[in-house]
Structure formats: structure tokens, C-alpha cells
């Protein structure tokens, strides 16, 4: 794929629990467009990846042997005006039901049904300011700026892991269910069993591949306003698996749900909106040995007047 345009393109990001911001700003020799993960999981530097390759909506990669560090914020110029509309109540309560009536019919297990909040913004919006905000706010997740034409300004706070590796130790999450902290209650059973689907799933793939680990967990976990139910899982290996790891662990049940092939054809006959990189996953990899990916939640498109902000919500036969 070619990368003409793209001399724009920088990352902004912050680590869970670090207070340092890192930079990376690319030449354009250094983007890589690709559609299969295992493509470039060897090299080294920052991936942003989608919910669902298409032909319109690859895989970026940046290739980068160290960013920079401290506070470089490159111009954010945002030149898309794309009118993205708020899923209304009745879209939602349509695709709802549909997806219910999948399910109920068997056809899956669990799926994740997501929309659209569009809420418009001054133009002229400082978005170093809001990222810093993000920082404080959000001291324990993946924190980001992303700027990348013609693929979009992207900006979240992801609380989830999806891998990390350092040296040859690794480490994947399940992370599901969420309440408000101010909510003083016990969590519900349709909650501690949709963390058990992905922790099932997390398990089924770690043992497929003969992978060894061990198991912290499960346990409540504040991120930001919220909780979740949280599990980690620790193994160590020889060689680099990322690659084929991220390939079974991506999209997870958390965002897709299960089957991951049958929610992930639902949502995308379903939800009429594209989730683009929402629900996909991104981090710097392979940089001082060391790779951090997590999952693309809690995060916004921003356009020139607006914010699209993407939620989503898991859904099972019990729910209503």
C-alpha cells in the first residue's frame, strides 16, 4: 500500500503508572501499511490496528527504535470534516434486538454491540491540553494522541492490556463487566460471568498453544469513574510469539465477543456505523525489547468541529 500524505503523522503516548510522555514522529519511509499482524510483529516500533482490516482501513505500522522523550507535541491539524451522526435510541433498541434474536437462535454466545456519540467542539480545541487531562485523570491506563492523515486523529485511554512482553516474560488481562465507583454494590452474576467468558477464552488460547502460566485473579480494579473485574495472566517464552499470540488473542471477547468469527459477522452486518480502529489495538512494540499493546477503548475520533465518541456494551441472552 502506498503511504503518500502521510508526512503528518506522529504518535503521542503515555504509559500505565508513568508520569514521562514519549514522541514519535515518523518519515514517511518509515510507515508501513499491512493487513496481516504477523507481518510486522518482529519490528520494531508503534502499531495501530483495527477492528477489521479492509481494503480502506489497514493496519498501521511505524517503524522506530526509540521514541522520544518529554512533552513534544507536533501541531495537531485537522483537516477531515466527516459528519458522523449519534446512533439514535431507536437505531440502538433495532440493532439490539436483532443481535437478541441472534443469540437467542444460537448463533452466538455473546456479542458486543457498540455506537456513536457525536458532541461538536470549538475548532480552534488546545488537544494537548485534553491528552494531558487524559493523563491525569487516567493515571493507571495507555493514555494517546494519534495523529495520522488520511487515516484520522485518534485519541484514548485505554485501560486494557491485550500483550505485553518484556524480555521473555509475558502478560495478557481479561478484563470485563464495569460499574461506577460510586456504585457501593457487589457485582451481579451476568457480570462476573461475561469476565468469565473472556477469562475462558484467554485460557483456551494460552493452552492451544501450549503456553504455561500462571493466574492472578479475579478481582475489582479502578479505571478513572469505573470498575471492572480484572484477571492476569503471566507465562514466559523463548523466541518472539507475539505475533501468532495477538493473531488468536485479537479481536477478544470483550469487544467481539463469542464465537469471536460469528459476534464478529453479526457486528459487522449489524452495527451501521464502522468501528475503524475502535476495538482494535495499538502500542509500541519491540522497542528496548519491550512491547505494550492494548486494546482501542475509551477512545474518540476527533474531526475538525467534532468529538465521535465510541461506547459499547456487552450483550447475552439474560440481557435487557
Not at 303 to 312: C, D, E
Request: net charge negative; aromatic share 10%.
Amino acid at each position: 500500500m502506498a503511504t503518500e500524505n502521510l508526512s503528518e503523522a506522529f504518535i503521542v503516548y503515555r504509559l500505565p503508572g508513568e508520569s514521562e510522555i514519549e514522541t514519535i514522529i515518523p518519515e514517511a519511509e518509515d510507515i508501513m501499511l499491512f493487513d496481516d499482524y504477523e507481518s510486522v510483529a518482529h519490528e520494531s516500533g508503534f502499531v495501530f490496528y483495527p477492528f477489521s482490516v479492509e481494503a480502506y482501513l489497514p493496519g498501521i505500522f511505524i517503524k522506530c527504535k526509540a521514541s522520544k522523550k518529554g512533552e513534544v507535541f507536533p501541531k495537531v491539524d485537522i483537516q477531515q470534516a466527516i459528519n458522523y451522526q449519534s446512533t439514535s435510541f431507536e437505531e440502538y433498541s433495532r440493532q439490539f434486538n436483532l443481535l437478541m434474536s441472534a443469540m437467542k437462535s444460537g448463533n452466538a454466545q455473546k456479542v458486543i454491540l457498540s455506537k456513536l456519540k457525536v458532541v461538536d467542539i470549538e475548532p480552534k480545541t488546545d488537544f494537548t491540553k485534553v491528552f494531558k487531562a487524559l493523563c491525569d485523570k487516567y493515571k493507571h491506563a495507555f493514555v494517546y494522541l494519534f495523529h495520522f492523515p488520511p487515516f484520522g486523529t485518534w485519541m484514548g485511554a485505554s485501560p486494557e492490556v491485550l500483550l505485553k512482553k518484556d524480555h521473555k516474560n509475558y502478560e495478557t488481562v481479561s478484563l470485563a463487566g464495569t460499574k461506577a465507583n460510586t456504585q457501593k454494590r457487589d457485582w451481579t452474576d451476568k457480570e462476573i460471568e461475561e469476565q468469565a467468558i473472556v477469562s475462558r477464552y484467554v485460557r483456551d488460547v494460552l493452552t492451544t498453544q501450549n503456553i504455561d502460566y500462571t493466574q492472578e485473579g479475579p478481582a475489582s480494579v479502578d479505571a478513572g469513574n469505573v470498575s471492572h473485574i480484572k484477571t492476569d495472566f503471566n507465562f514466559s517464552a523463548k523466541g518472539n510469539i507475539t505475533g501468532n499470540l495477538v493473531k488468536q488473542l485479537h479481536p477478544t471477547p470483550a469487544v467481539c465477543g463469542l464465537p469471536a468469527p460469528k459476534a464478529k459477522e453479526l457486528i459487522l452486518s449489524t452495527e451501521q456505523h464502522h468501528r475503524e480502529y475502535y476495538t482494535g489495538f495499538l502500542g509500541p512494540q519491540n522497542m528496548n525489547e519491550q512491547t505494550s499493546l492494548f486494546v482501542n477503548l475509551r477512545c474518540m475520533k476527533l474531526t475538525r468541529s467534532k468529538l465521535v465518541l465510541f461506547v459499547g456494551g456487552g450483550l447475552t441472552v439474560d440481557s435487557e
